[in-house]
């Protein structure tokens, strides 16, 4: 999920307890800062510091100024044979490839296991938006292909965007079937997403602000793992017991608005009724059904049914490269 | 008569307030804050300003700077603080011939963002804000700590992206982030200088942070033109806007969410409101974030003022608020429908009045140099506050320019110059404020 939502799930999750809503009342604002630092934590350990110590094997750094798909799927196929000769963990390391101030250059990695391939193929220059600029899509050569030296097994999605600010990092893991595992992000997700070190912060925090703040630590941090289970990539939820990321529901992508949007918002009706049910003297009475009706039910139906109304008919929106366009391409294929 | 004065203050504010919007560095704040002064001053004098008068004049005022104000910001790279998170994206517009579609796309959500508090806002307002307000009263302190902690946490880097690992790449990605932090610290410092030991004349203490703002915000984008050199490319008058209903809806939910929360509670701005929008919205569509931003700005300027005037409410938010209240006290249903008449008037009239304005600011940095342009954006801006503020209003605005230029030398964000009014307005009301100060050596 995005930080935003992470974030206010912190807050409203230390909201449920009622010595934060007393603690504010009485002028601390502790407690709900806690919620907040803790529901976000996970990710800026690992995107604000773990990302720039993690060791790569092999680092892929495009030359902007002749973009050739060809040595990406190459040094892929080698980080492969790496793993599967040398039986080990092989980390790689892509770089985006930066043409101007607010212009990149798109492309995409498809592994493909049944052929026993890796496709790179070169897409358009984008903004830092991500949206493509209008013919700017390279004429030679846009795809490179390499051959894989064994089977692998994808544990992400089948295809990778590569395109603005920092690339990405995969490992490739040998099992004893002779097969390799592609993981996606491998410094991503691991001990900052445990919920054992969850309850480490909350140790710590209970020796340094209270068992309060002990109880509410943990929390916070594990309703952020918790959510980002509802994805494809997973966590390590017991690290340092495994060292194995556990598969996500695959319900959702970290950046669907719906359930972004649903999310803060069922947050900010949970934050509004904790206030209200610990209020010493509140004036008006309310249920716990009008809060979630005419605060969630009613507008979210409504704006729900006027989504629907302005975009029934209409294709889903594609984002920057269509997966099912790519499935399909003749020149992937 | 009375409804043909409350139709011609509204349009004659807001024809005034559009026109005005266009100049850089002018705020709609400081307009009102001078004919706030003229009016006590005719009053003082034994005749009486009739309510329906001034006050859809204000409202006027308001919608037409809220929706205009993206023309300075787009097209001369001039922004206030509310207008920050609409500068990059419509810079992008502007450099690749698109200016006016930018500054279009910004003003369809203004309309949006006046639909949504005069069709939604408003009828829901007098039912539900009390409970609301009754329910957030003691917790105010809280949600600017955790606004603080979310800007602060919610900056992420932009370097480090290429070699190998280790301490350079961290250092690497750890410059703009640092820069950020650095920016909010020392604006927060400056806050508490400018609070505590404001300089400016008592006769114009309104216009306090004014020159702050002024120099954190605008001046720092109109050095950075000038000095950049860039050459704006000629200008596409578009026919159309490549929008529809679902990309108008979404910048409503997002803009709507994010205003209206920065409306509502004390000191988070428009640039907060901005932001959070920004991060509410499909960072993907540029259409539906510059648009939100344009839902943004309105709500949270005109809802401000708007929730002065609804019902069994009587919350002072905003500058214009507190300013209006040193002249009249909100009396009822009557006062709120012409408040919701005057915003519905004036956001139509503002809207039309869009595509004239953007039009002639193109030709103007059309005809001439951008770089000359920018040099009299920043003439225009000195000008304003020295005539507003004086001598030492412009000292306020050259530090607050060093310091809002950090963010632009390091490319960290802009908006952590907020800390000027969030850290001692955070500190005050969680009770420590006075005893930081006592430290610094400002009481």
């Known amino acids: ?333 | 008569m009375s409804i043909l004065m409350v139709l011609a203050a509204t349009l004659v504010g807001t024809v005034l307030s559009s026109v005005l919007s266009v100049l850089p560095g002018l705020h709609a704040y400081n307009v009102l804050g001078l004919l706030i002064m003229l009016i006590l001053w005719v009053q003082s004098l034994g005749t009486a300003v009739p309510p329906d008068l001034y006050l859809p004049f204000m409202v006027g005022m308001i919608v037409g700077w809220a929706m205009l104000n993206t023309i300075p910001a787009v097209l001369l790279g001039a922004p206030d603080e509310s207008a920050l998170f609409t500068v990059l994206p419509g810079q992008k517009y502007l450099m690749t011939g698109r200016g006016y579609e930018g500054t279009l796309i910004t003003a369809v959500g203004g309309l949006a963002g006046v639909f949504f508090l005069v069709g939604i806002v408003g009828p829901c307002a007098p039912r539900v804000l009390p409970v609301l307000q009754d329910v957030m009263r003691p917790h105010m302190h809280w949600l600017l700590w955790v606004v603080i902690t979310y800007m602060v946490m919610a900056e992420w880097p932009k370097g480090g992206t290429t070699g190998r690992h280790g301490w350079a790449k961290f250092f690497d990605a750890w410059t703009s982030l640092g820069a950020g932090l650095a920016t909010f610290l020392l604006s927060g410092l400056f806050g508490f200088i400018i609070l505590y030991r404001p300089v400016v004349s008592v006769d114009v203490a309104f216009q306090n942070i004014m020159p702050a703002f002024v120099g954190l915000f605008a001046l720092p984008w109109c050095l950075l033109n000038i000095f950049s050199a860039a050459q704006i490319p000629k200008q596409f008058i578009a026919r159309t806007l490549d929008i529809d209903g679902d990309v108008i809806l979404r910048s409503v939910g997002a803009g709507g969410l994010g205003g209206g929360f920065a409306a509502f509670f004390p000191v988070i701005t428009g640039g907060i409101g901005g932001m959070l929008a920004g991060h509410a919205t499909a960072q993907r569509d540029e259409r539906v974030f510059i648009m939100s931003q344009g839902v943004s700005k309105m709500v949270y300027y005109v809802g401000a003022f708007l929730f002065l005037f609804v019902p069994g409410m009587n919350l002072t938010r905003g500058g214009a608020a507190w300013m209006v209240q040193a002249l009249y006290n909100p009396t009822g249903y009557g006062d709120y429908y012409m408040i919701l008449g005057s915003i519905a008037i004036a956001g139509g009239v503002s809207f039309l009045m869009m595509p004239l304005l953007a039009r002639a600011t193109i030709a103007l940095i059309g005809r001439f140099n951008y770089r000359h342009v920018s040099t009299v954006a920043l003439a225009i801006i000195v000008a304003l506050v020295f005539a507003v503020v004086g001598w030492s209003g412009l000292f306020v605005m050259v530090v607050g320019a060093g310091i809002g230029l950090i963010p632009v030398l390091f490319g960290s964000r802009r908006l952590n110059c907020l800390g000027v009014l969030l850290l001692p307005i955070a500190c005050n009301m969680s009770g420590f404020g006075t005893t930081i100060a006592q430290r610094l050596g400002l009481l």
């Open chain 1, 1 to 333: 999920m995005k930080g935003i939502s992470h974030f206010i799930t912190g807050v409203a999750a230390a909201s449920c307890f009622p010595w934060t809503v007393a603690a504010a009342q009485a002028g601390s604002p502790l407690y709900f800062v806690l919620g907040a630092v803790f529901g976000l934590l996970p990710d800026t350990l690992d995107f604000k510091f773990y990302r720039f110590f993690y060791k790569h094997d092999l680092y892929v750094q495009p030359d902007p100024a002749n973009p050739d798909p060809q040595p990406i799927a190459d040094a892929m196929a080698r980080g492969i044979e790496m793993a599967r000769t040398e039986a080990r963990d092989v980390r790689i390391k892509l770089s985006t490839i930066r043409l101007g101030a607010d212009y990149w250059q798109q492309y995409v990695i498809k592994f493909d296991p049944v052929a026993g391939e890796v496709r790179v193929k070169f897409g358009p220059c984008v903004n830092t938006g991500q949206v493509p600029v209008p013919g700017t899509i390279p004429k030679h050569p846009r795809i490179g292909v390499a051959r894989l030296a064994g089977p692998i097994d994808q544990t992400y999605d089948a295809v990778t965007s590569v395109d603005i600010f920092d690339g990405p990092s995969f490992s490739f893991e040998p099992d004893a079937q002779g097969r390799v595992a592609v993981h996606f992000l491998p410094w991503h997700r691991t001990w900052s997403h445990s919920l054992i070190t969850g309850a480490a912060l909350g140790l710590l925090g209970a020796a340094i602000w209270g068992w309060r703040a002990g109880l509410i630590i943990p929390v916070a941090f594990s309703a952020h793992v918790m959510e980002d289970q509802l994805g494809h990539m997973g966590s390590n939820l017991f690290w340092p017991i495994t060292r194995r990321r556990f598969s996500g529901l695959k319900r959702m992508h970290a950046t669907d608005a719906r359930p972004n949007f649903l999310t803060v918002w069922t947050c900010l009706l949970l934050i509004f009724w904790n206030l209200y049910r610990f209020a010493p003297n509140p004036l008006y009475h309310l249920s716990l059904w009008d809060v979630v009706f005419y605060g969630g039910v009613l507008p979210l139906g409504l704006f729900g049914l006027a989504s629907h109304l302005l975009t029934r008919g209409k294709a889903a929106e594609t984002v920057v490269i269509d997966v099912s366009k790519e499935e399909s391409d003749a020149m992937m294929a």
